[in-house]
């Protein structure tokens, strides 16, 4: 992994198209479930991927990135909720606009995950899709370990209500 | 039955980021890239040096107008005794504003607790301590009223001794003002004496060289200026200054009084006498070399 940048000198081209290839699924998915809506999206990739642009630290590995990218994205996305200039959306709306390529099944759980509230879905998301752990999550989020495990639990419990006793 | 987690994982394996939207950020990213280098390029300075520079900058400025403001207002660059019994002194700042005063005696700390000239002009000041209700009992017919001035600057030496003369608490009570060396200041504070008094103390110790420093701090101006009178009477020199007391001021060298025709090898370069006859008449008086030579006048302009 590359250290920091040294000198000022912003990332190289090479270097920052690479880094949108392996990590805009991951953020295109987080801001679906945080944002629902497609305009909001494409401003939160611009924000995540120019703080990386200029990011002047170094990574110790590639978990490292990926986690920067998280918490750059999640800390993003709560931003552009709060900021006056999001634009107008409408629950599920970015979801509506993908619902064709996506398979009922898919749609309806994607559904249940988005319907939850906010503090439950950056956790299910990142244990159950990412596969980090409770200890991991807790560090990400900023978030006690125990507190993660009960965030775990309880969305755990409204998705099989919603989505049915069977899963 | 499909585990919880591998339904969820289905499902968020159908969103993905668009190829237009992959694209749309990375001309983004192009762009910003293109204009961080115009401006790193324009800077001459990359971010973090610039920014250290930035602040490396706005410290020194920080220091600098806190040093400034520090030289304007609270470094003294003048000092101004008041001698009669009442020793007081005056620390000025380059505005001519009183920034301390201080009593070398008890009858000055009486005197300051009656009044208080902290922050303003010197004359002021003067005016205001001269004409104090404490002053009165010791401006007497023979009290010998001595303002002594001490800087580095010869313009504002010259001008402020001109304006102690000129003013009325100097004219009123026939007073004189004197210049001394700046570096005498510490030494007089340092023998616990005012500026003025430790001048007199200088010049009697050439005519009375077991005299000490505790015995001037219990005589008054008028005592001390009595004394060198007598001596300068006694060896048949008369300059020619009566101040009624018998007393006249002398001061040590300052080394740098150009043009003043006052330097004196012995540490003593003028003195301001008094004429009772004619009061407020300040004048500098060349040192003698010796305790025999007279003075001669300089008289301020009224």
Known sequence: ?167 | MMRQDNRIREAFDCIGASQELKASTKEFLRDARQREAGRAGGRGLSRPAFRLALGAAGAMLTVFLCISAYALLWMPVAYVSIDLNPSLELELNRLDRVIAVRAYNGDGQGILEGVSVKGMRYEDAIESIVGSEGMQPYLTQDAALTFTVATDSAPREERMLEDIARSSGCVEHGGVSVRADMSLVEEAHGNGLSLGKYLAYQVLLRYEPTVTVEDCHEMSMSQISGRIEEHEHGANHGNGHDRGHGGHETEPERGDEAGTGNEMGNGIIDENSRHDDRPGESSTVEPAEQPTEHPTEHHAEQ
């Open chain 1, 1 to 167: 992994m590359r250290g920091g940048k040294g000198g000022g000198a912003v990332r190289s081209e090479v270097e920052v198209d690479s880094a949108v290839e392996r990590y805009s699924d991951m953020i295109r998915r987080i801001c679906l479930y945080h944002l629902k809506n497609a305009a909001d999206t494409e401003d939160v990739f611009q924000t995540v991927f120019l703080k990386y642009l200029l990011h002047e630290g170094s990574f110790e590995g590639p978990e490292h990135e990926k986690a920067w990218f998280i918490r750059v994205t999640l800390n993003a996305c709560r931003d552009y909720l709060k900021s006056f200039f999001r634009h107008s959306a409408l629950p599920l709306e970015e979801l509506a606009e993908e619902a064709a390529s996506i398979p009922p099944e898919q749609t309806e759980v994607l559904e249940a995950v988005l319907a939850l509230p906010a503090k439950y879905r950056d956790a299910i998301y990142l244990h159950y899709y990412e596969g980090y752990s409770a200890a991991e999550i807790g560090g990400i989020l900023g978030k006690k370990e125990n507190t993660v495990y009960s965030l775990l639990g309880r969305g755990r419990a409204m998705l099989r209500k919603a989505l049915g006793g069977d899963i």
